[in-house]
């Protein structure tokens, strides 16, 4: 038998949005991709459209509904 797959799955290209195959394991950096406000930050080649946060417009923006999770990871790294 197979381990879970770790793959990311897009179920409708035209949304376009992340959900991990049946099944499988979501790691850390899964969770910054295909979320439902990305939007391509133009200023980057087309290459670059893949649905991670950080190629959104709006990563580590205050237009972010996500800028307090992303400043808890920073945090998190922090020396003490």
Request: hydrophobic share 30%; with cysteine.
């Amino acid at each position: 038998m197979r381990g879970p797959s770790r793959a990311p799955v897009y179920h409708s290209p035209a949304s376009r949005e992340y959900r991990p195959a049946l099944g499988a394991e979501v790691e850390d950096e899964d969770r910054f991709i295909g979320r439902p406000c990305y939007v391509f930050n133009k200023a980057l080649r087309a290459g670059l459209d893949d649905t991670r946060c950080g190629h959104c417009a709006h990563y580590l923006t205050s237009r972010c509904p996500h800028i307090d999770e992303f400043l808890d990871d920073v945090e998190d790294l922090s020396p003490e």
